[in-house]
C-alpha cells in the first residue's frame, strides 16, 4: 500500500511557541491531504481537509489563524500549531487520499508544557 | 446523535472464541464504510471495507445493513495479536472519514 509519512513523531515543546508538522505522501500524488486530532480515550476527529494549490477548508470548532496548513505540493502537507498551549498536546494524524484509498501518517504526539 | 456510535468495550474474549462489534451511523447518505485497527499509541490501518452484500477476509467479515445504519464485523478463531481497539470509520461524498469512538477488543490466553 501507499506510504505516507510524518515528522517528527514526538515533540515537546513550551507554551506560546509554534510547532510545525510535516505530512508527506511517499509514493503517490495526494490531491487531498487531511488533518486529524486525537485526544486519549477519543475518536479520531478531523480538522481540516487540505486541497493542493488552495486553501484548506477546516471543521467547525478548529480556528484556522491557530492551526495553520499549507499544502505547497501533491506530496506535502503542513500543520503548524501557533502559540501552543497546554490544551493543544494531542496525537495529531496526516492522512493522504489515492483515488478513493486514505492512507494515514504515523501521527505525532505533541505534548504542550 | 454522535454520527458514529460503537460500544467502547472493552470486550475480553479467550483466544479462539468468535466476538462480533456492532456500530450505527446517523448520516444516510453515507457512501462508504470501513473497518480500521488502531494499536495503542499508533496510526488506525485499514483492516477492510464494507459492502452492502457483505464481505469476507480471512477470519475477518464484515456486513453492512443500509436500510438500519448498522455495520458489523465478526472475527472468528481470535488470535492474541487481534488485541486491539476496532474504528468503525464512514464517509460521505468527498469529505474526510468520521470515526466512531472504537471498540477495544483484549484476547485473553
Known amino acids: 500500500g501507499a506510504v505516507v509519512s510524518q515528522h517528527p513523531s514526538r515533540v515537546i515543546c513550551k507554551s506560546g511557541t509554534s510547532v510545525k508538522i510535516e505530512c508527506r505522501s511517499l509514493?503517490?500524488?495526494?490531491?487531498?491531504m487531511f488533518w486529524y486530532r486525537q485526544f486519549p480515550k477519543q475518536s479520531l476527529m478531523l480538522m481540516a481537509t487540505?486541497?493542493?494549490?488552495?486553501?484548506?477548508?477546516?471543521e467547525q470548532g478548529v480556528e484556522k489563524d491557530k492551526f495553520l496548513i499549507n499544502h505547497a505540493s501533491l506530496t506535502l502537507s503542513t500543520l503548524t500549531v501557533t502559540s501552543a498551549h497546554p490544551e493543544d498536546s494531542s496525537f495529531y494524524i496526516c492522512s493522504a487520499r489515492e483515488v478513493y484509498e486514505q492512507y494515514f501518517g504515523p501521527g505525532t504526539r505533541l505534548t504542550v508544557t | 446523535r454522535k454520527e458514529v456510535e460503537q460500544d467502547p468495550g472493552p470486550f475480553n474474549v479467550p483466544e479462539g472464541a468468535t466476538v462480533a462489534f456492532n456500530c450505527t451511523y446517523s448520516n444516510s447518505a453515507s457512501q462508504s464504510f470501513f473497518w480500521y485497527r488502531q494499536d495503542c499509541r499508533k496510526e488506525p490501518k485499514l483492516l477492510m471495507s464494507v459492502y452492502s452484500s457483505g464481505n469476507e477476509d480471512g477470519r475477518f467479515t464484515a456486513q453492512l445493513n443500509r436500510a438500519s445504519q448498522y455495520i458489523s464485523l465478526l472475527i472468528r478463531d481470535s488470535k492474541l495479536s487481534d488485541s486491539a481497539t476496532y474504528l468503525c470509520?464512514?464517509?460521505?461524498?468527498?469529505?474526510?472519514?468520521?470515526f466512531g469512538k472504537g471498540t477495544h477488543l483484549i484476547i485473553q490466553p
Open positions: 509514493d503517490f500524488q495526494a490531491t487531498t
Open positions: 470509520v464512514v464517509r460521505g461524498g468527498a469529505d474526510g472519514l468520521t
Open positions: 487540505s486541497n493542493e494549490g488552495s486553501k484548506a477548508t477546516y
